[in-house]
Nanobody, 121 residues
Framework: QVQLVESGGGLVQAGGSLRLSCVVS????????MAWFRQAPGKEREFVAS????????YYTDSVKGRFTISRDNAENTVYLQMNSLKPEDTAIYYC??????????????WGQGTQVTVSS
């Protein structure tokens, strides 16, 4: 079984920064991508960013390009999401996911419990 635990969320003013972390434990899948999704109140969960474990190739949704950076530490089984220039519309619960690939929720098998990010205007 794979467990994912996110941390680093909180309340920040618009223009500020946060760094989310996701530690993966249990049975790890070295060839699987890691991804961040988010879900705002009343909206569906959406893809934010992903990174491959092997080459570290990254993908971003258009709304966060240039502001967010996904990275990973394979030795520590940890993936990060550095979020800069935060906007109120970035407010959401952020989820870490693995055991799959792509940009759709159904493509990932394992999920963390989520961490709340709130950006005030």
């Amino acid at each position: 079984q794979v467990q994912l635990v996110e941390s680093g969320g909180g309340l920040v003013q618009a223009g500020g920064s946060l760094r989310l972390s996701c530690v993966v434990s249990g049975r790890t899948f070295i060839n699987y991508n890691m991804a961040w999704f988010r879900q705002a109140p009343g909206k569906e969960r959406e893809f934010v960013a992903s990174i491959t474990w092997t080459r570290g190739t990254t993908y971003y949704t258009d709304s966060v390009k240039g502001r967010f950076t996904i990275s990973r530490d394979n030795a520590e089984n940890t993936v990060y999401l550095q979020m800069n220039s935060l906007k109120p519309e970035d407010t959401a619960i952020y989820y870490c996911a693995t055991g799959g690939g792509g940009t759709a929720v159904v493509q990932y098998r394992y999920w963390g419990q989520g961490t709340q990010v709130t950006v005030s205007s």
